[in-house]
């Protein structure tokens, strides 16, 4: 692997077509690009008709059945990809570009990417059974006793083999780093001129989040490329905001392997910072999943049958960066509670008796103080046709000091077995966010008899090879079940961010699977603007259509209703898998280790 990502594009053309020699001269022998389609689509369904038919010519039956099984996705795609259909959706054909490049017409090879030639190498290879997704054969024959060995042997290197990779990962209860995050938190108390009495209390931390690169730099060593970032965010006025509490999470000595989830969260990048500045001065709409265009009333966002979101308040004690709200997402310091626009809303809920779920997020609905908050729970508990309300928020991750005796009450209050549900949906995005602070307000908030749920986006910065397992993992033994892993999304200003589809798809079937049942009760997810969540297990719900000359991969996604109704479907293009293993590898991953990510689709 690590060959092939370094490789030229002479070599890759000359891997390309000894991968599958019959392709190459079939689209050398068509005459027009019309034949070109015809032949290819001959040979792929006789193909997929040989490896599924015993009766075949021995040579496709020798191939294992989970590489036949492959080659029937990878003809799937390939089929996709060159149909008329899907050129003319996408307004690109990858089909026209190999018949230049097979024909050697001029500039064909200048308009395709590597990562373009890497998914028709590995598509080609996949199509005759030549992927090499598996290393080893395993094969159980013998007695009862000798298959009970050999199994238990191969799970046992399985094992192992996990063991060793969530071995290098440390949370926040690690005591080393411990030590040193209650070093940074002296040191943060101290620049504030503030006691033990003021960490422990949430408004204080509020008072001082940390907006301004000058008390960053002083608080914690930022590198060059950071400072720059944050040069740029204040003159093109982005907001960044960070509690004293976040703060202490970051290594002080700079970026490392540690803290670099952390880091990102809350610390713009420059690609971040300009893009949202392009966005700002060409006016475009950053609203990407069309949350205006589903809020039937101020305050309020539906887009299930049974569900709908509140948002009392647009800012948190902290600002993701990659958040999918970044447009609405205000300055702490801008941003009220407005009560008049509660009270409709709640009305309107009242109203609508379809509605049994309510989801209070923003922002972050614990920015609120208690009054505040507490008067929005209560009125909604106060509406019989509510099920169940589920309170959005990071002040667990955040701010775990919000989690005040007084809040506990509301929950408790509100949560009545049988009649109404009330929980918290939380998104711990790393295993380093977990620390003794986190134990000790989830216990509390479970001894109150409330489920604790986590969305986790799938970021690159938590999408190496078991991370985000080892999160669920360290979640579940806290007492918080893992609940959604979402996609990024695909808005520009948070390309760094992004992390293409195949490797959540690798990561659920190749390290959430080795997982107990109960610690990866999460789905992977893709929010469709407007429309909702789509499985990204599902078949049913998207499938791939063309690859695209930079190496993006186009989706087609049928929205959750589309069993039910005729709905749209939605086209998405997606990171270059090429872009993604060459940015790990760049970050000291070995790429090999995720070959057969082009093999999810
Ligand atoms: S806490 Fe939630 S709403 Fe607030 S910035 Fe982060 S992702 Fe967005």
């Known amino acids: 692997m690590i060959n092939l990502l370094n490789q030229s594009k002479e070599a890759l053309i000359n891997l390309l ?7 190459k001269s079939l689209l050398l022998n068509s005459k027009k690009l019309a034949d070109a389609r015809n032949n290819l689509f ?17 040579k496709f039956n020798k191939i294992h059945i989970v590489e036949r099984n492959n080659a029937k996705e990878c003809i799937r795609v390939l089929k996709n990809v060159i149909r008329t259909e899907n050129e003319k959706l996408t307004n690109y054909s990858a089909l ?9 017409k001029q500039n064909a090879l200048d308009s395709v990417s590597e990562g373009f030639l890497l998914e028709f190498i590995s598509l080609f290879n996949g199509i005759n059974g030549k992927s090499g997704i598996t290393e080893s054969t395993f094969i159980l024959e013998g007695s009862d006793s000798e298959i009970s060995r050999k199994r238990t042997i191969k799970l046992d290197k399985y094992a192992k083999y996990i063991h060793k990779k969530m071995s290098k990962f440390k949370s926040g209860l690690d005591i080393e780093i411990d030590k040193k995050r209650l070093n940074s938190k002296q040191r943060i108390l101290k620049y504030f001129n503030a006691n033990e009495n003021d960490w422990n209390d949430y408004q204080w931390h509020l008072k001082k989040i940390v907006k301004d690169s ?34 202490s999470l970051f290594d002080y000595t700079g970026k490392n392997n540690f803290d670099k989830a952390v880091r990102a969260m809350v610390i713009p990048s420059k690609k971040y910072c300009v893009n949202v500045y392009k966005n700002k001065l060409q006016n475009t709409d950053m609203d990407f999943m069309g949350e205006k265009s589903t809020s039937p009333i101020e305050g309020i966002t539906r887009r299930y049958p049974h569900i709908v979101i509140l948002k009392p308040f647009n800012s948190c004690p902290q600002i993701c960066v990659y958040c999918q709200r970044n447009w609405e997402i205000k300055n702490i310091d801008n941003t009220i509670f407005s009560k008049n626009i ?14 049994s779920e309510v989801l209070v997020t923003g922002g972050d609905p614990l920015t609120l103080n208690n009054k505040n908050i507490g008067f929005v729970i209560n009125e909604l508990a106060k509406i019989s046709h509510i099920e169940r309300i589920r309170i959005g928020t990071r002040v667990l991750v955040t701010l775990p000091m919000r989690i005040n005796d007084e809040f506990i009450e509301i929950l408790k209050n509100n949560n009545v077995p049988g009649k109404r549900e009330l929980c918290i949906i939380t998104h711990f995005e790393h295993f380093s966010e977990i620390n003794k602070e986190v ?10 008899g409330i489920s604790i749920y986590n969305q986790q986006v799938f970021t690159y910065y938590n999408s190496f090879r078991y991370e985000t397992s080892y999160l669920r993992k ?56 407007k429309l909702g969540k789509s499985h990204l297990r599902a078949w049913q719900d998207h499938e791939p259509i063309m690859v695209i000359g930079t190496g993006e991969r186009v989706y087609r ?5 589309s069993k039910v109704t005729l709905v749209e479907d939605y086209l998405y293009k997606d990171l270059p898998i090429y872009n993604y293993l060459k940015r790990i590898q760049a970050d000291g991953e070995n790429p090999d280790d995720y070959k057969s990510i082009w093999y999810y689709f």
């Open 17 to 23: 077509w000894n991968s599958d020699t019959k392709i």
């Open 42 to 58: 001959d040979y792929l369904n006789n193909l997929e008709r040989h490896y599924f038919n015993i009766f075949s010519d021995k």
């Open 96 to 104: 026209n570009k190999l018949y230049k490049i097979a024909n050697k």
């Open 214 to 247: 000058k008390t960053l730099s002083d608080l914690v060593f930022l590198s060059n490329t950071e400072k720059e970032a944050l040069e740029i965010s204040t003159k093109c006025k982005i907001p960044f905001q960070i509690t004293p509490y976040y703060l």
């Open 342 to 355: 509660m009270v409709n809303a709640i009305k309107w809920i009242k109203e609508n008796k379809n509605i």
């Open 439 to 448: 134990i000790e307000v989830v216990s509390k908030i479970r001894k109150a």
């Open 474 to 529: 360290m979640l579940k033994l806290i007492g918080i079940d893992p609940y959604y892993t979402f996609n990024t999304k695909g808005k520009d200003e948070t390309i760094d961010f992004r992390v293409p589809i195949a490797r959540i798809e690798q990561e659920r079937k190749e390290e959430a699977r080795f997982l107990p049942g109960i610690v990866r009760t999460d789905e992977p997810v893709f929010n469709l603007p």
């Open 557 to 561: 996604f049928f929205p959750w209703e």
